[in-house]
């Protein structure tokens, strides 16, 4: 096994990386991945120091595992945090749980972390919830950091201007021994999304009309810097919906070079410096942004004006397409394509050509680390209020977090949502992945705000997904099908 068992590392704290003691322009990336650089390896590869390690109860029991099999401690337990997500029952969540399974991951991840010193939100905590939700709500992340997890949706992460990337489980591992990860640098795309999103287009939109434009693989062996002046009017909740599917357009990193709304999520979050500290660290914060003329490997310009309501038909978030526009002909396609697309549409038993607005739906899902936040649940609150879900219609709403919970409840949010005939639950990944309860059964076709519609990915190898923002799941439960949310009712965005 490759453990990397070094010294106590230099780079246990942020430092200025070379590329801005010398001046050079450079991307945040550069400066990031050079702070954390520790050396390079023989394979050709560096070892980089991961600055925050997140952890949770499927992707750590092997890893915890082979660590005591070593007889090894946890390198660096006060940058390791813990939380239960995954297998989270929504509705009864009293211990142990019923199903037997995710009680003895959820015993495992508490045993591993009381033995390690590993601060643990569990359910009793008030601040449980998705890993990639909690860490930012509690100033956990911050500019600056490299950020690991065991889970490909770490990127999450990145809408704070820090490289953070998904790890398997032989590097959580590693990060837990030596708190390193041997990586070799991506390059980096700038993408910038220009002008000003239309009423009704969400960040969510953003996401599907890149990764459908660029393609599901066409982020491989990139990160992407999100910018322009649709990204940096965005607000926290929003830059992380777009990093969050960075990975679902190929690119493990996508970050947003941090600036004044930044800075202003994270003032007085629990794990935030305080005080002097805090402003000193808005400093540094700062001067880890692109600066003016560095350069990338390769841009792109989105035109944000031209970005509707999107929804995807098919089994990737690539194949999308605006909610007023017609399914593609896999026979006016070019040969390559062809078969895919074929497959997806058979799949989804949906006709070439056929509008995708009107497409019949039997549940609704708002919820998952992409759109569980709780902008989202407002967003998907003001189309709910005052109308009633389809009587066909099983609708849930699974907040991302014990605090998005009960920051929406104090709100009313929740009250709107039973009103309107959604199920409210506890905090958890649901039915974005489906390892609990919250599944579909057998063909159900489910308008979600998760991130990924690969075929049996809510549970039922035949069930179907189409991802589209939280204000259109919540017009579609109320529809019973696919409607247009700029036509449906009042939006904000
Ligand atoms: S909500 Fe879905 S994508 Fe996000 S961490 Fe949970 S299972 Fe993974």
Redesign the pocket.
Known sequence: MAFYKQPACRHAVWSVPATIRSQMPATLFQKIWDAHAVRRLPNGQTQLYVGLHLVHEVTSPQAFDDLDAQGWPVRAPHRTFATI??IVPTRAQARPFADAMAETMAARLERNCARHGIPLFDLSSGAQG???VIGPELGLTQPGMTIACG?S?TSTHGAFGAVAFGIGTSQVRDVLASQCVSMSPPKVRKISVDGRLAAGVFAKDVILSIIGALGVKGGAGYAYEFAGDAVHAMSMDERMTICNMSIEGGARIGYVNPDDTTIAYLRGRRFAPSGEAFERAAGRWRSVASDDGASYDDEVRIDGRAIGPTVTWGITPGQSVQIDARLPNPGDMPADDRAAVTEALEFMSLRPNQPIAGTKIDVAFIG??TNGRLSDLREAARIASGRRVAPHVRALVVPGSQAVAAAAEREGLDAVFRDAGFEWRGAG?SM??AMNTDRLEGREICASS???NFKGRQGSPTGRTLLMSPAMVAAAAIAGELVDVRTFGEVTA
């Open positions: 997500d995954h998705i890993v990639h889970d949706h998952s680390c990944c974005c992945l998760s991130n990924r």
